[in-house]
């Protein structure tokens, strides 16, 4: 799909595998362009993951997958040893640190090396499917405890940063729920945060949301806890892109103060993830590392400076909701509302 909407079905092919290479949506690119990105090696695709070509936590987990059959590739080509294809592999996992699905996949991928390129391959494209799998699974339930939670009349939803298919394949994961939701007329209109600095919430998920024919209004990312507090949103639902051991929940910077506004308001705080998000190997919050990214990105919008020249920024790309903000976690496999 080279020319921009989205396929019969519904289902947009934001990331592929086609003759040995990795074939994606350029997603700096969008809403204006659509434009398709032909990875052939790991600096390739790298430098697509860190410039955010290629981003949302499932979705880098797909492409760490294909980072390993890239590099399998690449090394038979080029005659890497062991060492040096260990080398790209771990390249892939550390391209960002705080979606835990892209080292996670990367490394599951990794273990089909000794079975050669065509079991590194198979697998990658299993990891594909999964995923695609999983947010089905994940959305219908998620909807279920919507209906269940706030009753029959169609929805109010604010959301934030983009979790639909360009993030995780599929139907995606917030967005997924919404869908799912909507597919039953529970959906009367979804906020969506603009997500400074890179909006992804007003480049991608209102063109989604626009693609699926759902009604949305985009709002400034300070915005979604007035409305909140005025009762014009009844339920928050997001991603993650990990979530410790004990519930606490990493997502893009902007989450927790609708997450306090959330429980101010006495309304649920649904976060909706792949099981593959969840990450026992880190205890807490504290613990999960946090992406620091380029001042510029705070200091100019899509390349133009908005703040006078060397005005200093911090740019925390995640932030940290405590466990016990969030209403429930749905995963494919269950709900969690106590950790
Ligand atoms: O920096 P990004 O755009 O990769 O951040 C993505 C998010 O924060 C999403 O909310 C998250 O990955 C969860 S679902 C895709």
Known sequence: MESGSVPPGGVLEVLGWRDGHVVAI????????????????????????????????????????????????????????????????????DARP?????????EATAAAIPDGVAAVEA???ATMAATVTATHRMSERGARYLRETCGPEPLRIGTHCNTGSLACLGWGTGLGVIRALNNDGGVRHVIVDETRPLLQGARLTCWELGQL???HYLIPDSAGPYLISRGLIDAIVVG???????????NKIGTYSLALAARHARIPFLVAVPESTIDPATPDG???????RDPDEVTHIQGVPVAPA????????FDVTPANLVTAVVTEDRLITSW
């Open 213 to 215: 024919g759902i009604e």
């Open 98 to 106: 705080t979606a835990v699905n892209l080292r996670r996949e990367a």
């Open 286 to 292: 504290g613990r999960i590392d946090v992406e620091q």
């Open 26 to 93: 350029d997603q700096t690119a969008l809403p204006h362009e659509v434009r398709m990105l032909h990875l052939t090696t790991v600096d390739e695709l790298v430098d697509a993951i860190t410039r955010l070509a290629i981003r949302g936590a499932p979705v880098l987990g797909a492409a760490g997958a294909l980072g390993v059959a890239l590099a399998v590739r690449q090394a038979q080509q080029h005659g890497w040893d062991e060492a040096q294809l260990a080398a790209a592999v771990k390249r892939i996992g």
């Open 123 to 125: 697998a990658a494209l």
């Open 240 to 250: 993650a892109d990990r979530i410790a051991a004990n519930g606490d929940v990493a």
């Open 310 to 317: 060397g005005t200093r920024a911090l740019n925390y790309a």
